[in-house]
């Protein structure tokens, strides 16, 4: 098994769930991932943005806005969109 090292958050693990926070394209470059553990991991990654968009002091513009975006993503079930998918909803792309 892969596994990385997220230096912004010290955590170890499958590759999977870093690429779980970037764009379809780039996961291209990954043929050998495991595709269920990267959706795992994209539904983990919707949940954890989603709760930090509710933290009291948010200041990324349009917090909340993403937030509720990332929940509707979250109540609408898989297959679970990248988070690049979730801010083009945002702006209507």
């Keep these: 098994m892969k596994r990385s090292i997220d230096l912004e958050t010290r955590c170890r693990g499958p590759v999977e769930f870093d690429l779980a926070h970037v764009a379809e394209a780039i996961c291209e470059h990954y043929p050998n991932i ?8 994209r539904q983990l ?9 509710w933290e009291l002091g948010d200041q990324l513009p349009n917090g909340r806005r993403f937030g509720e975006e990332s ?4 109540r609408e079930g898989p297959p ?6 979730v801010t083009r909803r945002l702006h209507g792309l």
């Design 34 to 41: 495991d595709q269920g553990l990267l959706d795992e991991c």
């Design 45 to 53: 990654v919707l949940a954890m943005v989603a709760a930090w968009r």
């Design 80 to 85: 679970w969109p990248t988070l690049d998918t």
């Design 71 to 74: 929940l509707r993503s979250l």
